[in-house]
DNA sequence: TGAAATTATCAGTCCATGGTGATGTCAGTC
DNA sequence: GACTGACATCACCATGGACTGATAATTTCA
């Protein structure tokens, strides 16, 4: 019952692009030209970006040509869920716990 | 099954104090005063942070003469790690889809 | 009523980091 | 080999937001 919740992950997470990149890559493996399009951001954006999320062991990368492939890491995700699911779970067990003053 | 998550929610979370505080809140309902001296930060600036927390639904106060109490609502994390969740699930289910290039 | 304790608000400072342009590197194509 | 396209790296700038000190507001107690 250790109920931590892994904060550096949450900070890579909490950028508004990189998740709408997260969540892009949920639904496909895609490459950077890819992302360009459909984000709408600049490449060079994207790339530090996406190093940001490889760093984080989000997303793992698969050269392909010229061309580098981004796929994400389902295993990330369940376990932050996990993690919040833990957190809750213990909020919900402690409802009446109170120190008082 | 648009399956995105709440960016606002992650960015208030995703800081290390105001984490700390979610995971002290999740073990006992606590008052200002204890959470000063639990996490050492000046007072000033948990009472900015329980504001964040509170305006992003995360908390809720309960005011007792001169004290303050915060309770968190488990609800929110719930629905965090169900959005996760979700998302694990679509990346496992494509977990075969890739766009050509 | 005066003093102490608890908490919130406000204004200001400072730094991490997201965005950008220039440039480098590598692969494929002519 | 020259050229183009895909991607990464670097240095720089600008801004959001975390932290702080001073102060206000409220409650409790002597």
Chains 1, 2 share one sequence.
């Not at 970006?49 to 010229?66: F, I, K, Y």
């Amino acid at each position: 019952m250790v109920m931590s919740v892994d904060t550096e992950l949450l900070r890579v997470l909490s950028d508004p692009l990189r998740l709408r990149i997260v969540t892009l890559l949920a639904h496909e493996t895609l490459c950077t030209t890819h992302l360009v399009a459909e984000t709408g951001a600049r490449q060079t954006n994207l790339s530090n970006h996406l190093r940001v999320l490889r760093d984080a062991g989000v997303v793992e990368t698969e050269p392909c040509g010229r061309f580098t492939y981004y796929r994400l890491r389902p295993e990330v995700l369940e376990s932050l869920s996990g993690q919040f699911a833990g957190l809750a779970a213990t909020a919900r067990a402690n409802a009446d716990a109170k120190r008082s003053c």
